[in-house]
């Protein structure tokens, strides 16, 4: 990566004191640091926005430079352009990784060692050199290398001070879930041991190409180092969150899969900036920790018992002007987050818990109110059943009536066929009778006549 190497020149500044928005309880440190501007390539050349620098850092301070590329850009985030920042440290593009590690986490592996959970965390934009400061990228091999990170100087750093004992957890948030990438705790002998182990969780963190970025986290991962210290107790944890990037959509032109990714992305880093923003009010309000599995992962590491050092990176070109913007604005407010006493964190968190139970008391009211309506519905559904056999009775009854007058009809008519034909069968046997009759008269007329006729003869 490449220095700058561009002139700015001296411009009107509004400046911000860093004592009129934080401290001596604050739990929180913020530095800023600027990636170099990359020089054009053979196989990409750049934009002049991507060329042009629109922020710079002079002693502790940041300055948003006015631009002339896009007047509306110069008040995007909430920092208008031309506005000098002062934060705990800034580190320009030419500072180099062994410069961060020792400015800004040194003083706090120190408190880190006294007893006091540390915690370490990156925010920015994709593709504005998180990863490669935090050391969670694969080329991070030792403390010891000059490109390293800060979590492989710090393992090495806390190898020199002779702890106890010293275990090791990566965590990633992928899509709203909290994935284990290492197999629990696993304890860790040397830094070598630990860095191996991180390495081993890092193959399985999940990354992918994207416009912005060619090698994007789409998660967020989170590196616990649990130390117990020589003639102490209780064991210690030293966090490191490597925050995914936010993502403008317009920028990416993300779909499908990655779409997805960025939106949980965004969801989970809008939440964050609500915590910090409730934090940071001058007295303690509900903490919308639960509003998101990040922040409820991080819960302890802002407002919480933790010293933190807040690490806000910006890509530092014109073509990045609205997301630097965005993200010196994050790390202003992250100035004015304070450690609240033990009564009133407890106020806060009893808050928090009545919130919680009233959003469960409502749901359960509703989940009670549907379950009375499928009674009600269970019950006319019985009445309609009932309803229905009663009505196919009053059928079946009236079914079997008339079958009852068919069959008796069918009877009669049966019978009075039976005395149709008997009466005929009479009738014809009486017809019979008579011409037998009427015969029989005619035979004996002719018999009478025969022997009248006999007798007339012999006479």
């Given at each position: 990566?490449?220095?700058f190497?561009?002139?700015?020149?001296?411009?009107?500044?509004?400046?911000?004191?860093?004592?009129?928005?934080?401290?001596?309880?604050?739990?929180?440190?913020?530095?800023?640091?600027?990636?170099?501007?990359?020089?054009?390539?053979?196989?990409?050349?750049?934009?002049?926005?991507?060329?042009t620098?629109?922020?710079?850092?002079?002693?502790?301070?940041?300055?948003l430079?006015?631009?002339h590329?896009?007047?509306?850009?110069?008040?995007?985030?909430g920092?208008?352009?031309?506005?000098?920042?002062?934060?705990?440290?800034?580190?320009?593009?030419?500072?180099?990784?062994?410069?961060?590690?020792?400015?800004?986490?040194?003083?706090?592996?120190?408190?880190?060692?006294?007893?006091?959970?540390?915690?370490?965390?990156?925010?920015?934009?994709?593709?504005?050199?998180?990863?490669?400061?935090?050391?969670?990228?694969?080329?991070?091999?030792?403390?010891?290398?000059?490109?390293?990170?800060?979590?492989?100087?710090?393992?090495?750093?806390?190898?020199?001070?002779?702890?106890?004992?010293?275990?090791?957890?990566?965590?990633?948030?992928?899509?709203?879930?909290?994935?284990?990438?290492?197999?629990?705790?696993?304890?860790?002998?040397?830094?070598?041991?630990?860095?191996?182990?991180?390495?081993?969780?890092?193959?399985?963190?999940?990354?992918?190409?994207?416009?912005?970025?060619?090698?994007?986290?789409r998660?967020?991962?989170?590196?616990?180092?649990?130390?117990?210290?020589?003639?102490?107790?209780?064991?210690?944890?030293?966090?490191?969150?490597d925050?995914?990037?936010?993502?403008?959509?317009?920028?990416?032109?993300?779909?499908?899969?990655?779409?997805?990714?960025?939106?949980?992305?965004?969801?989970?880093l809008?939440?964050?900036?609500?915590?910090?923003?409730?934090?940071?009010?001058?007295?303690?309000?509900?903490?919308?920790?639960?509003?998101?599995?990040?922040?409820?992962?991080?819960?302890?590491?802002?407002?919480?018992?933790?010293?933190?050092?807040?690490?806000?990176?910006?890509?530092?070109?014109?073509?990045s002007?609205?997301?630097?913007?965005?993200?010196?604005?994050f790390?202003?407010?992250?100035?004015?987050?304070?450690?609240?006493?033990?009564?009133?964190?407890?106020?806060?968190?009893?808050?928090?818990?009545?919130?919680?139970a009233?959003?469960?008391?409502?749901?359960?009211?509703?989940?009670?109110?549907?379950?009375?309506?499928?009674k009600?519905?269970?019950?006319?559904?019985?009445?309609?059943?009932?309803?229905?056999?009663?009505?196919?009775?009053?059928?079946?009854?009236?079914?079997?009536?008339?079958?009852?007058?068919?069959?008796?009809?069918?009877?009669?008519?049966?019978?009075?066929?039976?005395?149709?034909a008997?009466?005929?069968?009479?009738?014809?046997?009486?017809?019979?009778?008579?011409?037998?009759?009427?015969?029989?008269i005619?035979?004996?007329?002719?018999?009478?006549?025969?022997?009248?006729?006999?007798?007339?003869a012999?006479?």
């Amino acid at each position: 990566m490449l220095n700058f190497g561009v002139s700015v020149a001296t411009v009107p500044t509004h400046t911000t004191d860093i004592s009129a928005t934080t401290s001596a309880n604050s739990p929180v440190r913020v530095a800023v640091r600027i990636r170099p501007i990359e020089a054009n390539t053979p196989g990409k050349l750049r934009s002049r926005a991507e060329q042009t620098p629109c922020i710079e850092a002079t002693g502790n301070s940041i300055v948003l430079l006015p631009t002339h590329v896009d007047d509306d850009c110069s008040q995007r985030g909430g920092i208008v352009g031309g506005t000098r920042t002062e934060f705990h440290h800034s580190f320009g593009s030419a500072v180099s990784q062994q410069e961060v590690f020792d400015s800004a986490v040194v003083p706090l592996l120190a408190t880190f060692a006294s007893g006091q959970n540390v915690a370490i965390m990156a925010y920015g934009q994709t593709g504005s050199g998180k990863t490669y400061t935090m050391g969670m990228g694969m080329s991070s091999v030792s403390g010891s290398d000059e490109s390293s990170g800060i979590i492989p100087r710090a393992l090495e750093w806390v190898f020199t001070q002779a702890p106890s004992k010293v275990t090791i957890e990566l965590a990633e948030l992928y899509n709203g879930k909290v994935n284990t990438l290492t197999a629990g705790n696993q304890h860790a002998a040397t830094a070598a041991d630990a860095l191996s182990l991180l390495q081993t969780g890092l193959r399985r963190r999940q990354t992918a190409a994207t416009n912005a970025n060619a090698m994007s986290s789409r998660s967020h991962a989170v590196f616990t180092v649990t130390v117990l210290w020589p003639g102490q107790r209780k064991a210690t944890k030293l966090r490191f969150a490597d925050l995914a990037g936010s993502e403008r959509l317009a920028d990416t032109q993300a779909e499908g899969k990655r779409l997805a990714e960025a939106k949980a992305i965004n969801k989970s880093l809008l939440t964050l900036g609500r915590v910090v923003a409730a934090l940071a009010s001058a007295t303690p309000t509900f903490v919308p920790y639960r509003d998101d599995p990040l922040t409820f992962l991080l819960r302890d590491v802002i407002g919480g018992d933790a010293q933190t050092l807040l690490l806000a990176c910006v890509a530092g070109n014109e073509a990045s002007r609205a997301e630097t913007a965005s993200t010196l604005a994050f790390a202003k407010r992250a100035l004015a987050v304070k450690r609240h006493k033990p009564s009133g964190m407890l106020a806060g968190r009893l808050r928090s818990a009545a919130e919680e139970a009233k959003r469960r008391i409502a749901a359960e009211a509703e989940a009670e109110k549907l379950r009375n309506m499928v009674k009600q519905l269970q019950v006319t559904v019985e009445l309609l059943q009932l309803q229905i056999a009663a009505s196919s009775q009053t059928v079946n009854a009236g079914t079997s009536a008339i079958s009852e007058q068919a069959n008796d009809a069918a009877t009669y008519t049966k019978d009075q066929i039976t005395v149709n034909a008997g009466t005929s069968a009479i009738s014809k046997q009486a017809n019979d009778a008579a011409t037998y009759t009427k015969d029989q008269i005619t035979v004996n007329a002719g018999t009478s006549a025969i022997s009248e006729q006999a007798n007339d003869a012999a006479t």
